[in-house]
């Protein structure tokens, strides 16, 4: 025998806790569905304690005292991790950029609104080297000032400061970003198998004529947005220029607010190259014990101050790094430049001719004078003709330029909280921005009973009342707080116009719930809700149960001047496990996109079950299909979708249409017909577990509290208002 073991004698495999994340038990079945995604940031690992609510311990945070810390702080360089001519402004900001920068409007997932910079993957990205430091050289603040501060926050908090204290006008700032407290299972960053892997390798994120796969905007695995040093690491702005587009238009940025932040971006700081990047050790995720959490040491040369080696490119923007001016402009744009290498290695580009005194200082001895430089994103600013038209008007116009850059960088840095509800403090600004998807307050001194009778009364059918509240409802993603029922968009274009809304029935039951809404005070959007719920009533009422759904009124209705219609074009549902309906055949099972959904909406693999049984009984299937509708009772808040689904009276057949038949054992008739999505939920083991307890004759009546509960979150979702 070969003896591997380290103990002689006895069993080599060690025995025990699977504590390691190499493999799982479930990688067997590589096809199974991972239900981990629906029960993340669960209260049984929540170290704050299921007390604690961020929004009001922010409200015993001395605001003024952090800022002023945090003033001094950004001055006040350590030997560990010297400040670049003794001010940390640049690497704060990058901090905060890249910490906002994942945000990507397809699924609204990403961005800075959960610390989740902290966490691998993003803490260990190529892109992110050394803000492992940025963010250590916070921890003073951080444990100073305790759970009143989150670390969401203070990373935010510090990138703004840190242009205040350079001479920006800030536009504002808002607390109230929650803090999570393990890393994300539920992002999909990309399918690449290698860091920054190139175009066209394996699981490569492009397709076609330079297709960038949905939902992600980064260009490359573990890089927040484009490669500095051109496409695939080839010079080339106008590629470049291509890249960013895209880029940031799926970060919500449009050409003008993209110059604004590349140019407000390196206006200050640096990029930082001298030295051999082969030096650094591995990142913080893959790093020993004695790097105690931080990463890309190198323990074979200096590595700090002006031998720091991140991105690899070296040297700054502009002749004064610390100060917010129109530095980059004048730099850009009067001189010709030429590509070089930086000492690490890296394609930069460097000014054919400098003046000695325009050229920046050496970050430690003011007496050295360097070139300045420009990445391929940043010539992009000057050979693109559209960016090139913006950053003129800019140059011309430094007054302009400030007010742009500094509404850029608070939609940057704010646009994944959702609505203003959501921000807390004194330097909150006033006014209402159009991303923000505004809502008016509603009323909520109306007759809520008298609503709910005059709809029960209206003749519309259990299924047209709670279909069109859950349409309603639905679009609400929990990643970036978007959509919901509150502001009732769903009478407004795009959404009253998409298939998944089925149009025509939803102006139908439109136009009865509208007058009733508008007779009695109440918002279009509470009487759509109340609408739902005088659905499940009268359902749960026809399976033997009088019950109330709770409800608060005060939503409001959003005007179409307060949407912006294009940016709602990505809530669109494509598909909607609840209601049984995908729009075309994706190459990604309906299942999981019902995971996916289900994760947006903030429910559980049990609430989902919950929901969807209650919803195929009640017949809100999409189009009205009978598919999927296994109930001899429709329109009854019942388990018989359960009771069926796991009787083995029944045996389930696919058929050519990719359905199932429901055949009765016995006579061999078909007695109904199913979906993939359907039967998920008879085969899973973790749902089926749930769909038998639902079917157990004493569950009957717990089946019916579960799903208002879950109903009621569906539609409570977004009533930030409430907060
Ligand atoms: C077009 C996209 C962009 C590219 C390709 C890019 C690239 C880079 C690179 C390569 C560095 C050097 C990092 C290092 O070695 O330390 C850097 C630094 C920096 N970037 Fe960007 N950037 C972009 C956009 C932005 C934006 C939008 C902002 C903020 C609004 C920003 C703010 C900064 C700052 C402040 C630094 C200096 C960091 C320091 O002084 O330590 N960048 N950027």
Same mark, same amino acid.
């Given at each position: 025998?070969?003896?591997?073991?380290?103990?002689?004698?006895?069993?080599?495999?060690?025995?025990?806790?699977?504590?390691?994340?190499?493999?799982?038990?479930?990688?067997?079945?590589?096809?199974?569905?991972?239900?981990?995604?629906?029960?993340?940031?669960?209260?049984?690992?929540?170290?704050?304690?299921?007390?604690?609510?961020?929004?009001?311990?922010?409200?015993?945070?001395?605001?003024?005292?952090?800022?002023?810390?945090?003033?001094?702080?950004?001055?006040?360089?350590?030997?560990?991790?010297?400040?670049?001519?003794?001010?940390?402004?640049?690497?704060?900001?990058?901090?905060?950029?890249?910490?906002?920068?994942?945000?990507?409007?397809?699924?609204?997932?990403?961005?800075?609104?959960?610390?989740?910079?902290?966490?691998?993957?993003?803490?260990?990205?190529?892109?992110?080297?050394?803000?492992?430091?940025?963010?250590?050289? *916070?921890?003073?603040?951080?444990?100073?000032?305790?759970?009143?501060?989150?670390?969401?926050?203070?990373?935010?908090?510090?990138? #703004?400061?840190?242009?205040?204290?350079?001479? *920006?006008?800030?536009?504002?700032?808002?607390?109230?970003?929650?803090?999570?407290?393990?890393?994300?299972?539920?992002?999909?960053?990309?399918?690449?198998?290698?860091?920054?892997?190139?175009?066209?390798?394996?699981?490569?994120?492009?397709? /076609?004529?330079?297709?960038?796969?949905? +939902?992600?905007?980064?260009?490359?695995? /573990?890089?927040?947005?484009?490669?500095?040093?051109? $496409?695939?690491?080839?010079?080339?702005?106008?590629?470049?220029?291509?890249?960013?587009?895209? !880029?940031?238009?799926?970060?919500?940025?449009?050409?003008?607010?993209?110059?604004?932040?590349?140019?407000?971006? =390196?206006?200050?700081?640096?990029?930082?190259?001298?030295?051999?990047?082969?030096?650094?050790?591995?990142?913080?995720?893959?790093?020993? $014990?004695?790097?105690?959490?931080?990463?890309?040491?190198?323990?074979?040369?200096?590595?700090?101050?002006?031998?720091?080696?991140?991105?690899?490119?070296?040297?700054?923007? @502009?002749?004064?790094?610390?100060?917010?001016?129109?530095?980059?402009?004048?730099?850009? *744009?009067?001189?010709?430049?030429?590509?070089?290498?930086?000492?690490?290695?890296?394609?930069?580009?460097?000014?054919?001719?400098?003046?000695?005194?325009?050229?920046?200082?050496?970050?430690?001895?003011?007496?050295?004078?360097?070139?300045?430089?420009? !990445?391929?994103?940043?010539?992009?600013?000057?050979?693109?003709?559209?960016?090139?038209? %913006?950053?003129?008007?800019?140059?011309?116009?430094?007054?302009?330029?400030?007010?742009?850059?500094?509404?850029?960088?608070?939609?940057?840095?704010?646009?994944?909280?959702?609505?203003?509800?959501?921000?807390?403090?004194?330097?909150?600004?006033?006014?209402?921005?159009?991303?923000?998807? +505004?809502?008016?307050?509603?009323?909520?001194?109306?007759?809520?009973?008298?609503?709910?009778?005059? %709809?029960?009364?209206?003749?519309?059918?259990?299924?047209?009342?709670?279909?069109?509240?859950?349409?309603?409802?639905? @679009?609400?993603?929990?990643?970036?707080?978007?959509?919901?029922?509150?502001?009732?968009? %769903?009478?407004?274009?795009?959404?009253?116009?998409?298939?998944?809304?089925?149009?025509?029935?939803?102006?139908?039951?439109?136009?009865?719930?509208?007058?009733?809404?508008?007779?009695?005070?109440?918002?279009?959007?509470?009487?759509?809700?109340?609408?739902?719920?005088?659905?499940?009533?009268?359902?749960?009422?026809?399976?033997?149960?009088?019950?109330?759904? +709770?409800?608060?009124?005060?939503?409001?209705?959003?005007?179409?001047?307060?949407?912006?219609?294009?940016?709602?074009?990505?809530?669109?549902?494509?598909?909607?496990?609840?209601?049984?309906?995908?729009?075309?055949?994706?190459?990604?099972?309906?299942?999981?996109?019902?995971?996916?959904? @289900?994760?947006?909406?903030?429910?559980?693999?049990?609430?989902?079950?919950?929901?969807?049984?209650?919803?195929?009984?009640?017949? !809100?299937? =999409?189009?009205?299909?009978?598919?999927?509708?296994? !109930?001899?009772?429709?329109?009854?808040?019942? @388990?018989?979708?359960?009771?069926?689904?796991?009787?083995?009276?029944?045996?389930?057949? +696919?058929?050519?249409?990719?359905?199932?038949?429901?055949?009765?054992?016995?006579?061999?008739?078909?007695?109904? #017909?199913?979906?993939?999505?359907?039967?998920?939920?008879?085969?899973?083991?973790?749902?089926?577990?749930?769909?038998?307890?639902?079917?157990?004759?004493?569950?009957?009546?717990?089946?019916?509290?579960?799903? %208002?509960?879950?109903?009621?979150?569906?539609?409570?979702?977004?009533?930030?208002?409430?907060?």
């Amino acid at each position: 025998m070969n003896d591997i073991s380290p103990t002689p004698g006895k069993c080599p495999v060690m025995h025990g806790g699977v504590t390691s994340v190499d493999s799982s038990k479930m990688d067997w079945w590589p096809k199974a569905l991972n239900l981990d995604i629906l029960h993340q940031h669960d209260t049984k690992t929540n170290p704050f304690g299921p007390g604690f609510k961020y929004r009001e311990a922010l409200k015993a945070l001395d605001m003024n005292a952090l800022k002023n810390d945090m003033k001094a702080l950004l001055n006040d360089s350590q030997d560990w991790w010297p400040a670049d001519w003794g001010h940390y402004g640049g690497l704060m900001i990058r901090m905060a950029w890249h910490s906002a920068g994942t945000y990507r409007i397809a699924d609204g997932r990403g961005g800075g609104g959960r610390g989740n910079q902290r966490f691998a993957p993003i803490n260990s990205w190529p892109d992110n080297v050394s803000l492992d430091k940025a963010r250590r050289l *916070l921890w003073p603040l951080k444990k100073k000032y305790g759970n009143k501060i989150s670390w969401a926050d203070l990373i935010i908090l510090a990138g #703004t400061m840190a242009y205040e204290s350079m001479g *920006l006008k800030t536009f504002g700032f808002g607390y109230g970003r929650e803090d999570i407290w393990h890393p994300e299972k539920d992002v999909y960053w990309g399918s690449e198998k290698e860091w920054l892997a190139p175009t066209g390798s394996e699981g490569s994120r492009y397709s /076609g004529e330079r297709d960038l796969e949905n +939902p992600l905007a980064a260009t490359m695995m /573990g890089l927040i947005y484009v490669n500095p040093e051109g $496409v695939d690491g080839k010079p080339d702005p106008l590629k470049t220029a291509h890249d960013v587009r895209i !880029t940031f238009a799926r970060m919500a940025m449009n050409d003008e607010e993209t110059v604004a932040l590349t140019a407000g971006g =390196h206006t200050v700081g640096k990029c930082h190259g001298n030295g051999d990047a082969s030096k650094l050790g591995p990142a913080p995720e893959g790093a020993d $014990v004695d790097e105690q959490g931080l990463g890309w040491a190198n323990h074979s040369d200096r590595g700090i101050g002006r031998n720091t080696v991140s991105s690899g490119l070296e040297g700054a923007w @502009t002749s004064n790094p610390t100060k917010w001016d129109n530095g980059y402009f004048e730099m850009l *744009l009067n001189h010709e430049w030429e590509l070089k290498k930086s000492p690490a290695g890296a394609w930069q580009w460097e000014p054919v001719d400098i003046k000695e005194d325009d050229k920046p200082v050496d970050v430690e001895d003011p007496s050295i004078r360097h070139n300045p430089i420009m !990445t391929d994103a940043d010539m992009a600013m000057k050979m693109d003709p559209e960016y090139r038209k %913006i950053s003129e008007r800019f140059y011309k116009d430094p007054a302009y330029f400030s007010e742009v850059f500094a509404r850029a960088w608070f939609k940057l840095t704010h646009r994944d909280m959702g609505p203003k509800a959501r921000y807390i403090g004194p330097d909150v600004p006033a006014e209402d921005l159009i991303w923000q998807d +505004p809502v008016p307050a509603g009323h909520t001194n109306y007759d809520i009973g008298g609503v709910k009778t005059k %709809i029960a009364a209206s003749g519309l059918s259990v299924s047209d009342l709670v279909t069109t509240a859950w349409d309603s409802a639905r @679009t609400f993603r929990g990643s970036d707080k978007r959509g919901g029922a509150n502001g009732a968009r %769903i009478r407004l274009a795009p959404q009253k116009d998409w298939e998944g809304n089925e149009p025509q029935r939803l102006a139908r039951v439109l136009s009865v719930l509208e007058p009733i809404a508008a007779a009695s005070g109440a918002s279009l959007a509470d009487v759509i809700v109340l609408a739902g719920n005088v659905g499940i009533e009268k359902a749960a009422k026809a399976a033997g149960f009088d019950v109330t759904v +709770p409800f608060a009124p005060g939503r409001g209705d959003a005007t179409a001047a307060m949407t912006d219609a294009e940016s709602f074009e990505v809530l669109e549902p494509l598909h909607d496990g609840y209601r049984n309906w995908l729009k075309k055949d994706y190459a990604v099972r309906p299942e999981e996109l019902m995971l996916d959904r @289900t994760q947006l909406m903030g429910l559980t693999a049990c609430e989902m079950t919950t929901l969807v049984g209650g919803m195929r009984v009640m017949g !809100t299937n =999409h189009g009205g299909a009978k598919h999927g509708v296994f !109930t001899d009772r429709e329109g009854a808040l019942t @388990t018989d979708f359960f009771v069926n689904l796991t009787d083995m009276g029944y045996k389930w057949k +696919p058929t050519d249409q990719g359905l199932y038949e429901i055949q009765d054992r016995k006579t061999g008739q078909t007695k109904w #017909t199913a979906t993939r999505v359907d039967l998920v939920f008879g085969s899973n083991s973790v749902l089926r577990a749930y769909a038998e307890i639902y079917a157990q004759d004493d569950n009957k009546e717990k089946f019916v509290h579960d799903f %208002i509960a879950a109903w009621t979150k569906v539609m409570n979702a977004d009533r930030f208002d409430l907060l």
